[in-house]
């Protein structure tokens, strides 16, 4: 299996939105955006599939070494021998990757966050950055779009914190700030133990409002001029959005259940975006 096979394969196993939105690329952009997604995966997966978190931590360390050495001009595994072609045509630098490994590893560290602003830091690196280095393969020409491709990861990532409750309380983890928990009543021990309540609902509604209100700032902040590049990143808006409205419709029942939209659903979506150019 050659690199460009290895992360085609884990980038299609994944079975994420943002896949759909790399089918419509010319085949440069897209080899490079499945190279990079495929690194978030392989790291992200150290996490969520290592249970003993000294081997995670080892294998965190070996990522960064790894890294280190691909950028040096010798990289070993697959995803990095795959990445590293396209990491100076689309100005993806070490420390985006680096940036990546430590929001991963912060998830080693801590499993709840005091506040707002300690779980902004968080998606900064493991969704913020990677909005960045999506809009540089995307093909950003403003400045201002970096800000906007920022402003989007934090709503994709908040997204997802609303859509994994119930999985990340699996694994003793919970993303929603402890003082807005404080704020709607809400007892870690009820999440952990998956309880839902209409206290939960009114929770997950402003965790829902914030996300939505991300969407709305992002957008304003996309440049004229960048908005036909960035069509794949609003493809995923797209789709994201609709996932939370689908959440929301369904008043939250994220503790026992995962909601997802289908294959031929994402796939409608993007099409519409590439087409029409709707944001749904």
């Known amino acids: 299996m050659t690199p460009e096979q290895y992360v085609q394969q884990k980038a299609a196993a994944s079975g994420s939105s943002f896949y759909y939105a790399f089918l419509f ?14 690194f978030c995966r392989e790291v992200d997966d150290v996490v ?15 990522w960064q070494s790894e890294v280190a050495q691909a ?60 909005g960045e280095v999506a809009a540089r393969i995307f093909g950003q020409t403003q400045p201002q779009t970096t800000e906007y491709a920022h402003k989007l990861g934090l709503a994709f990532q908040l997204t997802n914190i609303i859509r994994d409750v119930g999985e990340d309380a699996m694994r003793g983890r ?61 493809m995923m808006a797209s789709i994201y959005r609709t996932l939370l409205r689908e959440i929301e419709a369904d008043d939250f029942q994220v503790l026992n259940q995962r909601v997802s939209l289908t294959p031929v659903r994402k796939l409608w979506l993007a099409w519409k975006v590439q087409a029409l150019g709707r944001v749904a």
Request: some cysteine; hydrophobic content about 40%; overall charge positive.
């Open 25 to 38: 690329l010319p085949p440069p952009r897209r080899a490079a955006i499945t190279a990079f997604y495929a």
């Open 48 to 62: 969520d599939e290592v249970t003993d978190p000294g081997i995670a931590r080892t294998k965190l360390a070996w």
């Open 71 to 130: 950028y040096a001009g010798s990289p070993s595994h697959p995803v990095l021998k795959a990445l590293m072609p396209c990491a100076a045509s689309y100005g993806i630098e070490q420390h985006h990757l680096q940036s990546v490994i430590r929001g991963c590893e912060m998830d080693l560290e801590q499993t709840r966050y005091l506040d707002y602003p300690g779980l902004q830091r968080y998606c900064h690196l493991v969704a913020g950055v990677v």
């Open 174 to 234: 919970i993303y929603l700030p402890v003082n807005e928990l404080q704020q709607f009543d809400v007892k870690a021990h009820e999440i952990l133990q998956r309880k839902h309540s209409e206290r939960f609902v009114a929770l997950m509604r402003f965790q829902a409002q914030r996300a939505h209100a991300l969407y709305d700032e992002a957008m304003a902040l996309l440049p004229a001029p960048d908005k036909r590049a960035q069509k794949p990143g609003l």
